[in-house]
């Protein structure tokens, strides 16, 4: 059975940082693709970030970008967001995926895998 657990949600106040964890058992995910969601009150999930491929190629959204870093530990198989100068913007449920594949995918149909999610929320 494939599990995800996620950690290291909180309260922040803006301009602050976090570091979640998603931490895999049942298999490795090695090259896998593992990305990050979030999805705030009265909004649809959406795609945050993600990692494919032996070379760890990254992707992330535009609101994100130069803020938000997604670090592999393949020895602990385990996924981080490294989340920095937080914004009010930026609080919501925060879920990790995974998918049976290396491809790119930023739509949350494509995930196989999820976790139960962990709350950031950022003061203003």
């Known amino acids: 059975q494939v599990q995800l657990a996620e950690s290291g949600g909180g309260l922040v106040q803006a301009g602050g940082s976090l570091r979640l964890s998603c931490a895999a058992s049942?298999?490795?995910?090695?090259?896998?693709?593992v990305g990050w969601f979030r999805q705030a009150p009265g909004k649809a999930r959406e795609f945050v970030a993600a990692i494919r491929g032996s070379w760890g190629f990254k992707h992330y959204t535009d609101s994100v970008k130069g803020r938000f870093t997604i670090p592999r530990d393949n020895a602990k198989n385990t996924v981080y967001l490294q989340m920095n100068s937080l914004k009010a913007e930026d609080t919501a449920l925060y879920y990790c995926a995974a998918r049976n594949s290396a491809s790119y995918a930023d739509m949350g149909a494509s995930y196989d895998y999820w976790g139960q999610g962990t709350q950031v929320t950022v003061s203003s």
């Open positions: 049942g298999r490795t995910f090695g090259d896998n693709t």
